[in-house]
């Protein structure tokens, strides 16, 4: 698990300013962006980001979420949680029944960003879809090529990939930066690269509904 820092992110200047206000704690591969939909609608929001390398154990997600949430409620008048699912296989939406917390839907980020039923349609024309935000496509050589070893034993390949057949880059922000390091961390990994922009629309969309109110 990655040891990168849980400080806030703040929206505006301080947590402890008049108003209501609310805690979101995010997945870390998420929480730019949510912070960046949070300052363009000036919501008392300040981010709290957990280790975006949870997902490599997506087991320790509710209890890290239960920790912080904790640790949290008492500075907040509303705590939420910015993360779907997310392989935790229903343990998160025990964490949020437990300590009266709503999270975003879905059952992964991927929903978040391109929707349920056009994640469902990658999958049933190609099973063998791996799927890559902006940050995955950013962080590929470390959360990836790194935590898998395929930079110490690139012959590992095989034996992670060989059942896939194509990348499909749910694309946020593209630009010319981005492209090239989704089209070179296909490469790394033998698979044809799709590029489907997405936008930020759905995740502005969830949000609002999250926190925006």
Not at 9 to 16: I, V
Not at 19 to 44: F, V
Not at 145 to 153: A, N, T, V, Y
Not at 196 to 207: C, H, K, P, W, Y
Request: charged share 20%.
């Amino acid at each position: 698990m990655s040891s990168s820092p849980t400080a806030p992110s703040s929206t505006t200047a301080s947590s402890t300013s008049s108003g209501s206000r609310t805690a979101l704690i995010a997945c870390g591969a998420i929480a730019q962006p949510c912070k960046e939909i949070a300052d363009r609608h000036h919501w008392p929001v300040d981010v709290h980001p957990l280790p975006p390398l949870l997902h490599n154990q997506p087991h320790l997600i509710a209890a890290e979420v239960r920790r912080l949430a904790r640790d949290l409620a008492p500075s907040y008048d509303t705590v939420a949680v910015g993360y779907a699912d997310c392989g935790t296989y229903g343990a998160l939406d025990a964490v949020c029944e437990e300590l009266g917390l709503a999270r975003l839907p879905g059952l992964h980020c991927y929903d978040v960003f391109a929707g349920a039923s056009r994640i469902e349609e990658f999958f049933a024309d190609q099973p063998g879809t791996y799927l890559l935000t902006d940050f995955l496509v950013r962080s590929f050589a470390r959360t990836v090529i790194q935590e898998l070893g395929l930079d110490r034993h690139p012959d590992l390949r095989d034996t992670y990939f060989g059942h896939y057949t194509r990348v499909v880059w749910l694309a946020q922000q593209p630009d010319d930066e981005l492209r090239a390091l989704a089209e070179d961390a296909a490469a790394r990994i033998g698979l044809p690269l799709t590029v489907v922009e997405t936008g930020d629309a759905r995740l502005e969309a969830a949000l609002a509904a999250l926190v925006g109110s």
